[in-house]
């Protein structure tokens, strides 16, 4: 693949402590397509809109994005968008892309909050339970509303 056919975006995180495949294994929704978990490589990849309207629908064009975290950079998410052509992405392009993992990965302020004050419970609640604790407060989820919803109508009560 050629150079100009990938983009590095950079994603500020919450804490150093933040783990990318805490995050993204906390829920099963993260092996269904089109999402892939390398276990090896410790990267997550899959296709996110370019671009969405203001009713957040998404318009068919997408690209492949990477998504890992590299130890030399404990504070920052790298996103490796793939397929980008010979034009760069425009701001607002990267600003929907890195909002939809961050949507993903449920980096906003109000997450952060909530995954802090679930630390908490959880630490002077059970001492014992080594599930609760590994857990983190955070549960995966798709880039999109719309994909969240299709996932949990299609998973009900499919046994």
Not at 111 to 135: G, H, L, W
Request: hydrophobic residues 35%.
């Amino acid at each position: 693949m050629a150079m100009e056919d990938e983009c590095l975006l950079k994603l500020l995180l919450p804490n150093s402590s933040w783990k990318l495949e805490k995050a993204v294994c906390s829920h099963g929704l993260f092996m269904m397509s089109p999402n892939h978990w390398d276990p090896l490589s410790r990267s997550f990849s899959r296709p996110l809109h370019l671009s969405l309207d203001d009713n957040g629908h998404a318009p068919p064009s997408s690209v492949m994005v990477r998504i890992f975290h590299p130890q030399e950079t404990p504070n920052s998410l790298h996103d490796k968008v793939y397929n980008t052509g010979s034009i760069s992405l425009s701001s607002k392009e990267q600003d929907t892309l890195l909002g939809q993992v961050a949507r993903m990965l449920r980096l906003s302020e109000t997450d952060e909050r909530n995954a802090r004050e679930f630390e908490m419970i959880v630490s002077e609640e059970s001492k014992e339970n080594d599930y609760m604790k590994n857990f983190g407060g955070r549960v995966f989820r798709s880039p999109t509303l719309f994909e969240d919803m299709v996932k949990c109508i299609l998973l009900c009560n499919c046994q």
